[in-house]
């Protein structure tokens, strides 16, 4: 009765892959977290910040950063042999909005990115995922120089709801922004469990 299971359990398990888009303010680390993690070379377009480009791009507390997402970052990490996510980084600059959209469909949660220095920069993104339904997680990149402040208040400053999670991170950093996205993951599905759940009467 037992004869031939085992071929068919050690069948190699086809991947589930998930979306997950990070987002956040001009410089805030988009491009380097996806290139932390990515098994793939990232692809991502990026150009040298023109003159042009100048007045629009607010360099105010960007270090050293010459080149600019156009496009997007696209990379992949396998979480688990069955699991893994494709990272869409959104185009930091609001002239590029009209990607967002686009880049949405399908997402199951995302990442947004904030700098201490400059959490307005992420007021945007965490509106537009609040707007859509989409479970997000802030990540706090941790700069040096920057002020460290506890999770709480960047909460607080941002006007969170309580249930969504909040990380400090170094988004320079393999293992530190594979816990980030292990956050993400599990937070989009205990809400997809508990948007199942049968109303109780
Ligand atoms: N010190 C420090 N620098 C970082 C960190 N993350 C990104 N950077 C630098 O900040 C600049 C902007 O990062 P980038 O990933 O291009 O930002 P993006 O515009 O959000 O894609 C780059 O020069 C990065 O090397 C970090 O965690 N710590
Ligand atoms: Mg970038």
Same mark, same amino acid.
């Given at each position: 009765?037992?004869?031939?299971? $085992?071929?068919?359990?050690?069948?190699?398990?086809?991947? #589930?892959? *998930?979306?997950?888009?990070?987002?956040?303010?001009?410089?805030?680390?988009?491009?380097? *977290? &996806?290139?932390?993690?990515?098994?793939?070379?990232?692809?991502?377009?990026?150009?040298?910040? $023109?003159?042009? /480009?100048?007045?629009?791009?607010?360099? #105010?507390? &960007?270090? /050293?950063? $010459?080149?600019?997402?156009?496009?997007?970052?696209?990379?992949?990490?396998?979480?688990?042999?069955?699991?893994?996510? +494709?990272?869409? /980084?959104? !185009?930091?600059?609001?002239?590029?909005?009209?990607?967002?959209?686009?880049?949405?469909?399908?997402?199951?949660?995302?990442? #947004?990115?904030?700098?201490?220095?400059?959490?307005?920069?992420?007021?945007?993104?965490?509106? +537009?995922?609040?707007?859509?339904?989409?479970?997000?997680?802030?990540?706090?990149? *941790?700069?040096? /120089?920057?002020?460290?402040? !506890?999770?709480?208040?960047?909460?607080?400053?941002?006007?969170?709801?309580?249930?969504?999670?909040?990380?400090?991170?170094?988004?320079?950093?393999?293992? $530190?922004?594979?816990?980030?996205?292990?956050? &993400?993951?599990?937070?989009?599905?205990?809400?997809?469990?508990?948007?199942?759940?049968?109303?109780?009467?």
């Amino acid at each position: 009765m037992a004869f031939g299971r $085992s071929s068919r359990t050690r069948r190699p398990v086809e991947p #589930v892959t *998930l979306k997950i888009l990070v987002a956040g303010g001009f410089g805030v680390g988009k491009t380097t *977290l &996806v290139g932390a993690v990515s098994e793939i070379r990232p692809l991502r377009t990026e150009e040298r910040l $023109s003159e042009a /480009g100048r007045p629009v791009d607010d360099l #105010v507390g &960007v270090e /050293g950063k $010459s080149t600019t997402t156009v496009a997007m970052d696209f990379g992949r990490i396998t979480l688990r042999e069955d699991l893994v996510l +494709y990272l869409f /980084g959104t !185009p930091g600059q609001d002239r590029f909005w009209f990607l967002w959209d686009e880049l949405a469909q399908g997402a199951l949660g995302a990442v #947004v990115l904030a700098d201490t220095r400059r959490l307005e920069d992420c007021f945007a993104a965490v509106d +537009y995922f609040e707007r859509r339904g989409i479970p997000f997680t802030v990540a706090v990149n *941790l700069f040096e /120089g920057a002020e460290r402040f !506890p999770a709480e208040t960047v909460r607080t400053a941002l006007d969170l709801d309580p249930e969504v999670p909040v990380l400090l991170c170094d988004a320079r950093d393999r293992a $530190s922004v594979r816990d980030v996205l292990v956050a &993400v993951v599990e937070d989009a599905m205990t809400r997809a469990d508990a948007s199942r759940e049968p109303a109780r009467t």
